[in-house]
């Protein structure tokens, strides 16, 4: 069969980094999921839960995706739907960024910019609410709905997962994965644990973040962390968290650049801070793998952009919590 754009969504490169930490006897492993024909991992779970869609008869010729997202999800499901020819709508909230607005455009999607903000002071529910709407308004609308399907943790079980097992030239003691919707950490955590059962997985998220029980705050950093606890998430897949602030993901970012001239997004710069934080404990000798996931381009108006960031949050600041363990 002849192959398509789609046909190259993962199979993406697995690397050795050579970025010093601490802790210098630490190697790390990188899957570069930017080399996804979108951009970013977020290709995987979109064709997934399309393509299953598909076989279930939900979505036929004619359909017209609906989706909540204001990153890479819409930007992948706006390239797979043009592909396949089928109309999609983007709800999205003012916290887009400029270029994630201007991909979606440009790859052909409708924006439904919802403005309201919730009851909690968030755009999540107001943004539930239009799909909803859109659902009951549109004729023959699909919601893939990336908080509650079970595809979206699939796609990462049977995709980026398995090519890690299949890819690492040794066994990794650590797995640092950054979280929003929890999809990639819930499909990888089960598919590494088959594969080497003591590995420990470390989920990477914000200050600010809500997902693991920590106070809400003020986050910029766009596609890591989340205002509401993901339906998806099962902590006992998870080992320990570590957090980082906007600004020393913007660092992890210009070391990427620098140490390996590598232009990743801002969730791969939060990776790298993390592992710098957690070095002084991890044993030497640790075997770490990650997941990079998405190409620094999009983030030149923000994580690259040297005035992104307000004088007053360019320090490192002490954190009152930045790591805590998961109880079992
Ligand atoms: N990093 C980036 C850049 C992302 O777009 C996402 C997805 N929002 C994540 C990390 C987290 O992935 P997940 O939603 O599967 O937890």
């Excluded at 010093?20 to 977020?42: C, D, H, W, Y």
């Excluded at 995706?65 to 909230?93: C, H, P, W």
């Excluded at 990650?290 to 949050?313: A, C």
Aim: glycine share 8%; aromatic share 6%; with cysteine.
């Amino acid at each position: 069969m002849i192959p398509n754009l789609c046909s190259f969504v993962g199979d993406t490169p697995l690397v050795e980094l050579e970025v010093p930490f601490q802790n210098t006897a630490i190697r790390l492993f990188a899957k570069l999921e930017m080399f996804n024909p979108g951009g970013s991992v977020k290709d995987r779970p979109a064709l997934f839960m399309i393509q299953q869609a598909i076989a279930e008869g939900k979505i036929t010729k004619g359909s017209h995706l609906v989706e909540s997202s204001s990153g890479n999800l819409a930007i992948a499901i706006a390239m797979i739907a043009r592909q396949m020819k089928l109309e999609f709508t983007a709800v999205i909230d003012p916290n887009i960024t400029k270029s994630n607005r201007d991909l979606i455009e440009t790859y052909g999607a409708k924006i439904e910019l919802v403005e309201e903000k919730d009851e909690e002071g968030g755009y999540l529910r107001s943004r539930i609410r239009r799909v909803r709407r859109l659902l009951d308004e549109l004729p023959n609308a699909v919601w893939l709905n990336q908080y509650a399907n079970p595809n979206n943790r699939r796609s990462h079980y049977e995709g980026v997962g398995a090519e890690i097992v299949r890819d690492m030239p040794i066994e990794p003691t650590h797995a640092f994965i950054g979280v929003s919707t929890c999809g990639t950490i819930m499909g990888v955590a089960r598919r590494l644990r088959e594969a080497w059962p003591t590995v420990r997985i470390v989920a990477v998220d914000v200050v600010g973040s809500v997902i693991f029980g920590s106070p809400g705050g003020k986050r910029r950093l766009p596609g890591i962390g989340a205002s509401r606890v993901p339906e998806q998430l099962d902590t006992c897949e998870i080992d320990e968290v570590v957090y980082v602030t906007d600004w020393e993901s913007m660092q992890g970012c210009y070391r990427l650049v620098r140490e390996e001239g590598l232009l990743a997004g801002g969730s791969s710069g939060s990776i790298i801070a993390a592992i710098e934080k957690a070095a002084p404990r991890l044993p030497r000798g640790a075997v770490i793998v990650t997941i990079m996931p998405d190409r620094g381009e999009r983030y030149l108006d923000t994580v690259y952009s040297r005035n992104w960031l307000p004088e007053s949050e360019r320090v490192r600041q002490p954190l009152r919590e930045s790591h805590k363990i998961l109880a079992k």
